[in-house]
T-cell receptor, first 113, second 113 residues
Framework: EDQVTQSPEALRLQEGESSSLNCSYT??????LFWYRQDPGKGPEFLFT???AGEEKEKERLKATLTKKESFLHITAPKPEDSATYLC??????????????FGRGTQLTVWP | DTGVSQNPRHKITKRGQNVTFRCDPI?????LYWYRQTLGQGPEFLTY????????KSRLLSDRFSAERPKGSFSTLEIQRTEQGDSAMYLC???????????FGPGTRLTVT
């Protein structure tokens, strides 16, 4: 059973058209949720960590929020340079340390001018 | 550049050959992780080290795979008797004990022909 499910798989937006990406998780006792951005052929780039329901973090046009069941990555007035795959990840449950992360498959975002 | 570095960036090998990849983490980071990523999927955890100790290994890490981190600095990932199914991007990440964020390198793209 997937621990992390991201939707949609792909999203095309016109420049300036705001939208949200979803990350739902099934792990119990969540000890953090991570958002990353990945450009083609490159490693993931860390964006945010969220720890508790109600928490929000912002960076430029991105805002990440967390509830007890899911996280949203809101993109406000996106630009073409925001085009990338956005990944979310959670730590494996039951581990004493935050070692391995379980990643979703990502949402491939394309922003066209 | 003070980020995670990986070498080589690309490797093409024939089935049955052995390959070795290197990862140099961010200098003060004492945790180092290896992940594997195939097209359209999120990174999958392989193993991680705290200093020179290998603390956790995934079932994905078959006996053809071995990882080392001598002296707790750089790490190597070796794949013996490569198979076509080993073709993937191999990602290395590092973090500092006491923090949760993992910072990724650019990856090594392996193609097994």
């Amino acid at each position: 059973e997937d621990q992390v499910t991201q939707s949609p798989e792909a999203l095309r937006l016109q420049e300036g058209e705001s939208s949200s990406l979803n990350c739902s998780y099934t792990v119990s006792g969540l000890r953090g949720l991570f958002w990353y951005r990945q450009d083609p052929g490159k490693g993931p780039e860390f964006l945010f960590t969220l720890y508790s329901a109600g928490e929000e973090k912002e960076k430029e046009r991105l805002k990440a929020t967390l509830t007890k069941k899911e996280s949203f990555l809101h993109i406000t007035a996106p630009k073409p340079e925001d085009s990338a795959t956005y990944l979310c990840a959670v730590p494996f449950p039951g581990r004493s340390t935050l070692g391995r992360l379980y990643f979703g498959r990502g949402t491939q975002l394309t922003v066209w001018p | 550049d003070t980020g995670v570095s990986q070498n080589p960036r690309h490797k093409i090998t024939k089935r049955g050959q052995n390959v070795t990849f290197r990862c140099d983490p961010i200098s003060e980071h004492n945790r180092l992780y290896w992940y594997r990523q195939t097209l359209g999927q999120g990174p999958e955890f392989l193993t991680y080290f705290q200093n020179e100790a290998q603390l956790e290994k995934s079932r994905l890490l078959s006996d053809r795979f071995s990882a080392e981190r001598p002296k707790g600095s750089f790490s190597t990932l070796e794949i013996q008797r490569t198979e076509q199914g080993d073709s993937a991007m191999y990602l290395c990440a590092s973090s500092l004990v006491g923090t949760d964020e993992q910072y990724f390198g650019p990856g090594t793209r392996l193609t097994v022909t």
